[in-house]
C-alpha cells in the first residue's frame, strides 16, 4: 500500500529486500515476531497501526494456524474447537504482546512524529480512503518522499487494502477478514473480557490526554463491554 502510494520500496524488520532508499519498515517489535531495528535511533518518525486485540489475536492464531499446516497465509479461518483451545493456552500472553507492542511505540515516538492508524478505520469503506490520505501526507513529511495525489489515493486503497479487484471468486469473506474457512465471531469467555476491558482501561488512563490515541482505546472499551455484558460467548457462538 504505501510501495503504491510513494514509488518506493518498502522492507520489514528481518529482511530489507536488498533495497536502498526504503521508505518504510514494518517491524512487529518488540513482541517475538519483531527484532530491534539496525540503526533504529535514526528513525525519525513512525506509524502505530492498531487493531483492536478482540480481533488481532484471533488474526495472528490463524497466521499461526495456516503456518504449522502449510496453508497459504491470508487464506484460511482455522476451525473453532481449534481457536478456543490455542486462547485459553495464551490469551493472557498474548493480551501483554498487545500491550507491550502499543505502549513502546506511543512512548518512543509521540507528536508530529508519530502517527496512529486505527486498522478497523483504514478498512472501513467509508473512512477508509481518508486515512489513507492522512498516511500520504505524513509520509510526505520525509525528506525525499512524495505521495499519490489526493484524487488518486481512493483508487489505490480500494485496490490494494479493500482487495477489491483480486479477490478469488467465490471467497467467502466478513468485516473482519479475508479468510476462508468456517465463519465465525471469535468467542471469549467473560474472564477474558473483563481481562482485555481492564488493560484497555489501563492504557486509556495513561494516555487520556493524547488525542491521537484516546478515542481509539474509548471505542475499543465500549466494544469489549457490549460483548461482556451479553450472553457467554463459547455457548453461543455459531459457525457457518
Given at each position: 500500500f504505501i510501495e503504491a502510494m510513494t514509488g518506493f520500496v518498502t522492507g520489514d524488520d528481518f529482511q530489507l529486500n536488498g533495497h536502498e532508499n526504503i521508505?518504510?519498515?514494518?517491524?512487529?517489535?518488540?513482541?517475538?515476531?519483531?527484532?530491534?531495528?539496525?540503526?533504529?535511533?535514526?528513525?525519525?518518525?513512525?506509524?502505530?497501526?492498531?487493531?483492536?486485540?478482540?480481533?488481532?489475536?484471533?488474526?495472528?492464531?490463524?497466521?499461526?494456524?495456516?503456518?504449522?499446516?502449510?496453508?497459504?497465509?491470508?487464506?484460511?479461518?482455522?476451525?473453532?474447537?481449534?481457536?478456543?483451545?490455542?486462547?485459553?493456552?495464551?490469551?493472557?500472553?498474548?493480551?501483554?504482546?498487545?500491550?507491550?507492542?502499543?505502549?513502546?511505540?506511543?512512548?518512543?515516538?509521540?507528536?508530529?512524529?508519530?502517527?496512529?492508524?486505527q486498522y478497523e478505520r483504514l478498512t472501513d469503506d467509508e473512512s477508509g480512503p481518508k486515512v489513507a490520505n492522512h498516511i500520504a501526507r505524513f509520509l510526505e513529511q520525509s525528506?525525499?518522499?512524495s505521495s499519490r495525489s489526493s484524487t488518486e489515493i481512493p483508487c489505490i486503497w480500494n485496490m490494494i487494502v479493500k482487495y477489491k479487484n483480486n479477490q478469488q471468486a467465490g471467497q467467502t469473506t466478513d468485516l473482519q477478514s479475508k479468510r476462508g474457512g468456517p465463519k465465525y465471531i471469535t468467542p471469549f469467555d467473560k474472564t477474558q473480557l473483563r481481562e482485555m476491558m481492564g488493560v484497555l482501561s489501563n492504557l486509556l488512563e495513561s494516555y487520556r490526554n493524547d488525542a491521537s490515541i484516546h478515542q481509539v482505546l474509548v471505542e475499543y472499551i465500549d466494544e469489549v463491554a457490549r460483548r461482556a455484558e451479553g450472553p457467554p460467548e463459547d455457548e453461543n457462538t455459531n459457525v457457518s
Open positions: 521508505v518504510s519498515i514494518k517491524t512487529h517489535y518488540p513482541s517475538n515476531e519483531g527484532r530491534p531495528l539496525p540503526g533504529s535511533k535514526a528513525i525519525p518518525r513512525a506509524i502505530l497501526l492498531i487493531r483492536h486485540p478482540l480481533y488481532s489475536i484471533p488474526s495472528y492464531f490463524n497466521f499461526l494456524y495456516e503456518y504449522q499446516n502449510g496453508l497459504e497465509g491470508h487464506s484460511t479461518r482455522a476451525p473453532l474447537e481449534e481457536w478456543i483451545k490455542w486462547r485459553n493456552d495464551n490469551f493472557d500472553r498474548q493480551l501483554q504482546v498487545w500491550l507491550r507492542h502499543t505502549e513502546y511505540w506511543l512512548e518512543n515516538f509521540k507528536g508530529s512524529n508519530r502517527l496512529v492508524v525528506n525525499g518522499v
